[in-house]
């Protein structure tokens, strides 16, 4: 499985974007696909996950009122839409796929594939 990151960018405090995150088609239909951040020292963070075939995704309730993740699966996309971004959103974001219950979708291990990351900066 191949993902590949984009849409990250230099934002203001209370902009907005968008991260995409294409995929190759082989065999993703039984993943679910996550995104996840890391900023500079700090460990990697769950953003949210969607299943790719059938629904449901997650987003934890810190995230939920200014993140939604999406997916398109005829372009075989997802998307993570950012709004009202802060300082603290500050990070490399990556996307991944894992094959594990929801459950799990929250653990960076549950995950086999990784996309390179992309960069997103909030400026004060």
């Known amino acids: 499985v191949q993902l590949q990151a984009s849409g990250g960018g230099l934002v203001q405090a209370g902009g907005s974007l968008r991260l995409s995150c294409a995929t190759s088609r082989s065999t993703i239909s039984n993943y679910a696909l996550g995104w996840f951040r890391q900023a500079p020292g700090k460990e990697r963070e769950f953003v949210a996950a969607t299943r790719w075939i059938g629904g449901g995704s997650y987003v934890p309730d810190s995230l939920k009122d200014r993140f939604t993740i999406s997916r398109d699966n005829a372009a075989n996309t997802i998307y993570l839409q950012m709004i009202n971004l802060g300082p603290e959103d500050t990070a490399v974001y990556y996307c991944?796929?894992?094959?594990?219950?929801?459950?799990?979708?929250?653990?960076?291990?549950?995950?086999?594939?990784w996309g390179q990351g992309t960069q997103v900066t909030v400026s004060s």
């Open positions: 991944a796929a894992t094959r594990s219950i929801r459950s799990a979708w929250s653990y960076p291990s549950s995950y086999s594939y």
